[in-house]
């Protein structure tokens, strides 16, 4: 397999190729926000100023506007494996999405019923499932992190999980340690007592292939802004659980799936920039798209960028160990991970050093990340300094990294 040429690839990132205050911008907030290529911008714009319409009308921008939004349903479905596009719906975000999804599941709880959700988890697939059942009387389990590997407990999953389970929600990756979560395993354990499997893809998706169908999971949350797109959620659920559940809706809107679950005028232009940033991530295979199908070219890119973000995790891993007023938090190991890195250090705290790093145009976040449960296990209560890298970042900017870290005076 050839390597990503990441000079090429960051050349297509205007936020990469600027100077703030004379520098170059280094990104290590990814988590919290991937930079955008130049061909997702293009699409937003070329939509707001040549179409910019609602659906339904007689006219060309109306039927342009509907055209664009199945393309970006067909596009993400692929994206993430869903058999159909009528299993993809659009909203807000991924909370906003959650909520919605955890309204109208738990209008089929009944007291003393129980749910499962994890400590690994941001609080967005979290708080959305304590309310619901606090509405309807139904037990809240919340599985333990493992602090070894700052992943989950999966023997106390399992301990969990029995007759009254209703639903399990938990992510597939860790937005603070990394650590990814065997999802496949907990959905086998998860259908065997009849619950329903909803996964917290959001962290996961810039870095790693995602398959709903391999994984058997009922829904799956995500959000393009964290995955070189727009400000857009997405919901992928199976399409009968979509079909059979109710969410809240407005009267006349279409009653059918997956439209029911969209509330409101679409975000039209995340539409048109989503189709984009599919296109982008699978030109990252470097396959020519008129010989191969956009599944292959996915399935590919995401091997090439992996490769990539191994190299950078290994690499920051071994600059780390060599300073051993660090701390990670989470598997030393660039395998079985995303390449964010929860890190403290015992001369400064993780705002003094995410201060610093601003100071000097490195972007990187401290604290909790809503996180709570996670960062509370790890009993750092100050939070953690989280760098994340993308396949946009290289072993230089890592480098760069540690020198400024050095430079601190303490
Ligand atoms: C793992 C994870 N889940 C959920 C969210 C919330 O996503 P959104 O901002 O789309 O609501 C975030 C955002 O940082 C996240 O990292």
């Given at each position: 397999m050839q390597a990503l040429d990441i000079a090429v690839l960051r050349g297509q990132f205007p936020a990469l190729n600027q100077l703030v205050d004379g520098k170059t911008p280094i990104f290590f907030d990814g988590p919290g926000g991937a930079q955008v290529p130049r061909p997702v911008l293009t699409a937003m714009?070329?939509?707001?100023?040549?179409?910019?319409?609602?659906?339904?009308?007689?006219?060309?921008?109306a039927r342009a506007t509907e055209q664009q939004a199945q393309r970006a349903r067909q596009a993400v479905a692929t994206l993430l494996g869903a058999?159909?596009?009528?299993?993809?719906?659009?909203?807000?975000?991924?909370?906003?999405?959650?909520?919605?999804?955890?309204?109208?599941?738990?209008?089929?709880?009944?007291?003393?019923?129980e749910i499962i959700v994890s400590a690994l988890d941001h609080y967005s697939n979290v708080s959305s499932w304590q309310q619901a059942a606090a509405d309807r009387g139904v037990v809240v389990h919340q599985v333990r992190v493992d602090v070894a590997?700052?992943?989950?407990?999966?023997?106390?999953?399992?301990?969990?999980?029995?007759?009254?389970?209703?639903?399990?929600?938990?992510?597939?990756?860790s937005n603070t340690t990394g650590t990814l979560v065997d999802i496949p395993r907990i959905a086998d354990a998860v259908h065997s007592v009849g619950a329903l499997l909803y996964v917290d893809a959001v962290h996961f998706a810039p870095h790693e292939r995602i398959d709903v169908q391999a994984w058997d999971c009922d829904f799956l949350g995500c959000s393009a802004y964290k995955f070189f797109g727009p400000h857009l959620g997405i919901l992928y659920g199976k399409h009968r659980h979509l079909e059979r559940f109710t969410p809240y809706k407005v009267e006349p809107a279409k009653n059918v799936a997956p439209y029911k679950w969209e509330t409101g005028t679409q975000n039209w232009e995340a539409l048109a920039g989503v189709e984009a940033t599919v296109e982008y991530l699978a030109?990252?295979?470097?396959?020519d798209a008129a010989e191969h199908d956009l599944e292959a070219r996915i399935d590919l890119a995401f091997a090439r960028s992996r490769a990539h973000e191994q190299q950078l995790g290994a690499h920051l891993l071994a600059r780390l160990a060599e300073r051993?007023?660090?701390?990670?938090?989470?598997?030393?190991?660039?395998?079985?991970?995303?390449?964010?890195?929860?890190?403290?250090?015992n001369r400064h705290t993780p705002t003094e050093m995410a201060e610093y790093l601003g100071h000097h145009q490195v972007c990187s976040w401290a604290g909790h990340f809503y996180a709570l449960a996670l960062v509370e296990q790890l009993g750092v209560s100050e939070g953690v300094l989280r760098v994340g890298c993308m396949h946009y970042n290289t072993q230089a900017e890592i480098d760069r990294l540690f020198a400024l870290l050095d430079d601190m005076p303490y």
């Open positions: 714009t070329d939509y707001l100023g040549h179409f910019n319409a609602n659906l339904g009308g007689p006219f060309f921008s058999d159909r596009a009528e299993e993809i719906v659009f909203g807000a975000n991924f909370t906003t999405l959650t909520f919605a999804v955890s309204r109208a599941l738990s209008r089929e709880w009944q007291a003393g019923d590997s700052g992943g989950l407990d999966y023997a106390q999953l399992l301990t969990l999980l029995g007759p009254k389970t209703r639903l399990v929600a938990v992510t597939a990756a030109s990252l295979s470097g396959l051993p007023w660090f701390t990670l938090h989470g598997i030393n190991d660039s395998k079985g991970r995303t390449p964010t890195f929860a890190i403290t250090s």
